[in-house]
């Protein structure tokens, strides 16, 4: 295969010095809505990428890293995970990973534009294919305004799948936000962010950490996981727990689960919640 009329994509991160890129061959779509620019290119080696406002969302080839470390620690931290609320997360992957499991009776996915779906649905069906699952409900509203209004103890699990804290997303970053959260959830429920690289981004995971302990939050483990599209290939998710610990689960649970995963194991849990000591001690995190 010859890749002469490709070009590549690059995008730059100004605060690191570094860099993330693809070849690209040509570019798939694009659409501008009321929130921002959705851009699809198809690569040479990792299927189809999304970017918006240009930055990398996700790739066909990679995604599967996130949205398995995003949705199956917390699912299988929590004794019976029912009730199900995704912010974000409009390319649907993560839906499609909570709802692998058989004891979660609905998911609401709440993201701000509809026009990420939509492009999903074309560019990534595979992501889709279980967006007309009976207990999956997909709204199209303010993740912030909805969490808000959510009814006090309703859910077991809130995810933050979101874009970075700027932009729609900037206030689902702060202690408001994560207040709401806390009431919304039931006693032993989890809410589970996308806390960016553990490398690059300590400052944020630990702005992040210390607003969600003064929301009233009890526990808090960060998780880190390989992510080559993101900046730096190695990113993180933030799980906080009202009561309760958040550094035992359901061990056998996962071992026996019923369902296939290409990088969620017993084993790359274990590793997950086992962080690198430099990560460790910036966090203070106890064990
Ligand atoms: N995994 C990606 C990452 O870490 O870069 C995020 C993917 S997902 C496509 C992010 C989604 O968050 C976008 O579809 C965006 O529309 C949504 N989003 C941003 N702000 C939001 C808000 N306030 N409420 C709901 N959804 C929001």
């Known amino acids: 295969m010859t890749h002469s009329d490709a070009t590549w ?17 040509r570019k798939l779509d694009e659409v501008q809505s009321p929130f921002q620019k959705i851009e699809i ?21 990679d995604n599967f890293l996130y949205h398995e470390m ?9 004794s019976n995970p029912k009730r199900v609320v995704i912010i974000g997360g409009g390319d649907c992957g993560t839906l499609r990973e909570v709802l692998k499991h058989k004891e979660v009776e609905h998911v609401t996915q709440v993201d701000i534009d509809e026009q990420v779906t939509r492009m999903a ?12 699952d009976p207990r999956a409900e997909l709204l199209f509203d303010d993740g ?12 077991d699990l809130v995810i933050v799948d979101s874009t970075d804290p ?19 959830l039931r006693p032993g429920g989890i809410l589970v962010q996308q806390s960016e690289s553990p490398l690059a981004q300590i400052a944020l ?19 880190s996981f390989p992510q080559p599209c993101y900046p730096t ?5 933030t799980m906080a727990r009202k009561h309760g610990e958040l550094n035992v689960f359901r061990e056998r649970g996962a071992a026996s689960k019923a369902f296939t995963t290409r990088y969620y194991s017993l084993d790359t849990h274990r590793a997950a919640i086992s962080l690198p000591p430099f990560v460790f001690e910036a966090l203070e995190q106890k064990p």
């Open 41 to 61: 290119y198809e690569t040479t080696d990792w299927g189809n990428l999304m970017l918006i406002d240009g930055a990398i969302m996700l790739t066909s080839r």
């Open 233 to 237: 290939g190695w990113w993180s998710c």
């Open 144 to 155: 912030i305004a909805y969490m808000q209004n959510a009814a006090p103890e309703s859910l």
């Open 9 to 25: 994509f690059h995008e730059n991160f100004a605060a690191t010095g570094s860099a993330v890129g693809f070849r690209v061959v």
């Open 166 to 184: 700027v932009g729609p997303a900037e206030g689902l970053f702060n202690q408001a936000f994560y207040q709401s959260c806390l009431n919304a």
């Open 205 to 223: 995971i630990r702005a992040m950490r210390s607003a969600m302990k003064d929301a009233g939050f009890q526990s808090l483990r960060t998780i």
């Open 121 to 132: 649905e074309k560019y990534f069906p595979e992501l889709c294919d279980c967006n007309a």
């Open 70 to 78: 995003m949705s199956h620690p917390a699912l299988f931290t929590h």
